[in-house]
């Protein structure tokens, strides 16, 4: 997984405020109970740390949906800091309680960054190695453990803390790594899925349009041509006559591109088709207009792809480029590798488009053409068909400059999932 991508964490911010607020009164009672019984330990000394706990517990409390990790890494450092101070208090490195160390590096590899998660363990096992180290200088070993090697004791301790402890934070880190994999699977799923189901609908609005509009429009169009035949010519009913016609036209017109874009070759097929042939598909009925530039070891190649849906997306590309550009200004039709993917690039030197324009110029509908001159579904569709095949369609443009498309087709080892 790419380092740039923030793991997802196991718990949050609101979790490690409420164990504290648990630590405090299980500390609070411990105390109370130890002071019942005797002198030792230092009650007030004890109380004094778990003070402090309390205090930056109630500060977080006013911020608790909004604490910056680095914060989180601090507070867990000061937590580890006020544990040493109370283990010194209490028996030192051979106190029972020792062990609760390990919580520290839990709760950073649930919480935070595997970098500050890595630096968090490390100051847990300096505040441990500090607790050594007091309780040798304080004689504090003596106070809780009768063997004759107190000391040793104390350091197999911390060697058990120490040699557990980066496997707990690794292991936790790891379950992030997978489950911040499953949340970006399951979001690009549910994308395909929407993006299928909304594709499949437009599919069935067309299908149902074109049936449901050709007979009253072939009935406009007999009506339409009868009229011209009895009017007179240049009269006026003449005139209404051509409009209707031009009309039922666009109305057609409309219907065609729809059904084009959203419904020929949704139930195609994936099979292994030479790139040549492809290309053969996508030039139908274009001319000198289109530059191809083919690498020769890639144009015998077989690709798995539903050839006349990729077709399709590619023409519309290339639709687009050619209404971009000035007139007898080719466009270019670039195919070559890119890694294990096939890319078809798409490049005019037309208009270009603007930041604004570009980021909504694959949305469903959105167009820059006057009413009525396209339906704004031919990047939208170029990008469905991409998608549908585990790839994707990458839009770079400026004003003035000109357009590129490149739609990627992943080849068989990296397909994904549709």
Avoid at 23 to 31: C, E, G, K, R
Avoid at 41 to 50: E, S, W
Avoid at 120 to 148: C, D, I, N, P, Q
Wanted: aromatic share 4%; hydrophobic share 50%; net charge negative.
């Amino acid at each position: 997984m790419p380092h740039a991508v923030a793991l997802r964490p196991l718990a949050d911010a609101a979790e490690l405020i409420r164990l504290r607020w648990v630590a405090v009164v299980i500390q609070l009672a411990a105390i109370g109970l130890a002071a019942a019984v005797g002198p030792w330990p230092p009650a007030a000394a004890l109380a004094a740390l778990v003070a402090v706990g309390v205090l930056t517990n109630v500060q977080l409390e006013r911020r608790r949906h909004d604490i910056p990790s680095p914060w989180l890494a601090g507070l867990i450092g000061l937590d580890a800091v006020l544990l040493t101070g109370m283990l010194v208090l209490t028996g030192g490195a051979l106190s029972p309680f020792s062990p609760l160390y390990l919580v520290y590096p839990v709760l950073a590899a649930l919480l935070l960054p595997p970098r500050q998660a890595w630096v968090s363990l490390g100051l847990v096992l300096l505040a441990y190695v500090a607790l050594l180290f007091l309780t040798e200088l304080l004689g504090g070993a003596h106070l809780a453990h009768t063997g004759t090697d107190p000391m040793g004791h104390a350091v197999g301790m911390f060697g058990a803390v120490a040699v557990a402890s980066p496997f707990l934070v690794a292991t936790l880190l790891r379950a992030r790594r997978f489950l911040t994999a499953a949340d970006a699977h399951v979001a690009r799923a549910r994308v395909a899925e929407e993006r299928s189901r909304r594709m499949a609908s437009l599919a069935t609005l067309a299908a149902g349009a074109s049936h449901e509009l050709a007979t009253p429009l072939g009935t406009i169009a007999v009506a339409a041509g009868e009229l011209t035949r009895k009017a007179e010519p240049g009269s006026s009913l003449a005139a209404d006559a051509a409009l209707i016609r031009g009309e039922v036209a666009r109305c057609r017109r409309v219907l065609h591109e729809l059904t084009a874009d959203v419904g020929a070759g949704s139930g195609e097929q994936l099979q292994c088709v030479p790139v040549g042939d492809v290309v053969d598909l996508i030039l139908e009925g274009h001319g000198d207009e289109i530059e191809v530039e083919l690498e020769p070891d890639v144009e015998e190649e077989c690709w798995p792809m539903p050839p006349r849906l990729v077709s399709q997306a590619i023409r519309r590309l290339l639709g687009n480029a050619l209404k971009a550009s000035p007139a007898g200004t080719p466009v270019l039709l670039r195919i070559d590798r890119q890694g294990s993917n096939l890319r078809i690039a798409v490049i005019d030197h037309g208009v270009g488009m603007t930041p604004e324009v570009l980021a909504r110029a694959q949305e469903p509908f959105f167009s820059t053409r006057p009413e009525g001159v396209g339906m704004g579904l031919g990047l939208w569709f170029a990008q469905s068909v991409a998608e549908h095949l585990g790839g994707a369609l990458h839009l770079t443009s400026s004003p003035g400059v000109g357009t590129e498309a490149i739609f990627l087709v992943p080849g068989p080892t990296n397909k994904g999932e549709t």
